[in-house]
């Protein structure tokens, strides 16, 4: 059901950025020299409003998306982003609805997301003690503060909350041991993710990468584990589970194992562009349409034509060694 892009790949995901602000500066993400006290965010009126999300989020699902996740920048800073919830826990058809958040301001809104229809939440959290965890995020916030937003969540009814980390050479390679322990002991799963060359300013270079095969060994050095099968195609981890079946864990190998062929997501920024790859240059208006008084089937024949078009392929094209372009930042297009 739906379009199918020249790559004959389905719609199926939607990634909805809800701010371009956040209260951390990830160097991977937001590094501070470039998202400084005079960095111009959005304005509130350039966001699209929780009608026009929930409404473009309707048009989506007709074209065959069932899985829903608010993201950003930080989604939680999004002022009564419950409502937001509420609205498309109300929608048919999408079968998942969920929220990636870095967890700073979890344990107080936890309560009236699920009451208002979150089905799960993924939390950010790429070290354990706080001297990395602050580098790594560039906040002052404790690492005691995300894991009482975690507690939050699951006492909620949101979990078990999946948690994952971004790995950086040099960085934060010891959180993989202490993570993956972390999970075991709590039963969580955590999902070690590959560091990404997105956007254009944080410099990223291929030799701060942990290549996922290099994060398993170690893992596997530490802990027996075991393989997980996949349950869908367009999984993006590869699982393990540890062998006395404590929990699972997962590694996302974006860089050096891309899975862009089974790649079925969409993204829409703060301000109501489509995009078609994390790596996008450009993105598509939809807001401009939807404030001109354009209907459901003028949005949807809109989004359906750029879909069939779609190519995009960056990180095999990466792997290969034939890209790149400029990209948008991820906290821009939603992460
Ligand atoms: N602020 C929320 C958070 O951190 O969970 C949501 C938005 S954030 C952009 C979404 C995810 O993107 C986070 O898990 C973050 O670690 C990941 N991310 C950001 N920059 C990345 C990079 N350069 N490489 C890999 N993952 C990255
Ligand atoms: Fe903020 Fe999330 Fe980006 Fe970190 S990864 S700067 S928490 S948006
Ligand atoms: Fe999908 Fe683009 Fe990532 Fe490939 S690079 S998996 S097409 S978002």
Redesign the pocket.
């Known amino acids: 059901m739906g379009p199918r892009d020249e790559l004959a790949r389905p719609l199926r995901d939607l990634r909805l950025s809800v701010t371009d602000r956040?209260n951390f500066r990830?160097p991977?993400?937001m590094p501070r020299e470039r998202f400084g006290a005079d960095h111009a965010f959005l304005e509130r009126e350039e966001l699209l409003s929780f009608e026009e999300l929930t409404r473009l989020t309707r048009v989506l699902v007709g074209l065959g998306v069932r899985k829903v996740r608010l993201?950003?920048?930080?989604?939680l800073l999004r002022r009564d982003l419950h409502r937001l919830v509420e609205g498309l826990a109300g929608l048919e058809g999408v079968a998942d609805l969920a929220l990636?958040?870095?967890a700073s301001l979890l344990a107080s809104q936890a309560e009236r997301l699920a009451a208002a229809g979150l089905g799960r939440v993924t939390v950010?959290l790429d070290a354990l003690d706080d001297p990395t965890f602050a580098m790594m995020a560039d906040t002052r916030v404790p690492v005691a503060t995300v894991l009482e937003g975690i507690e939050a969540a699951e006492a909620a009814g949101l979990g078990p909350v999946k948690v994952?980390a971004?790995v950086r050479r040099g960085r934060n390679e010891h959180a993989i041991e202490d993570l993956a322990d972390w999970g075991r002991r709590t039963g969580r799963t955590v999902r070690f993710?590959e560091?990404?060359d997105?956007g254009a300013t944080?410099g990223w270079r291929m030799d701060e990468v942990v290549p996922a095969e290099e994060i398993l060994a170690r893992l596997r050095r530490r802990f027996a584990l075991e393989p997980v099968a996949a349950e869908a195609a367009s999984e993006v981890a590869e699982r393990w589970r540890h062998a006395d079946g404590a929990a699972e864990l997962g590694v996302i190998a974006s860089v050096t194992r891309p899975f862009c062929r089974d790649c079925t997501r969409a993204r829409v920024s703060a301000i109501g562009e489509l995009y078609t790859c994390l790596f996008a240059a450009a993105g598509t208006d939809l807001r401009g349409p939807m404030r001109d008084g354009a209907d459901d089937d003028q949005l949807a024949a809109r989004v359906a034509a750029i879909w069939s078009g779609r190519r995009d392929r960056y990180s095999e094209q990466r792997a290969e060694g034939t890209p790149t372009h400029q990209k948008v930042e991820?906290?821009y297009i939603g992460?």
Do not use: A, F
């Open positions: 956040c990830c991977h993400c993201t950003g920048g930080e989604p990636t958040t870095n950010s994952n971004v993710i560091y990404m997105v944080n991820m906290s992460g």
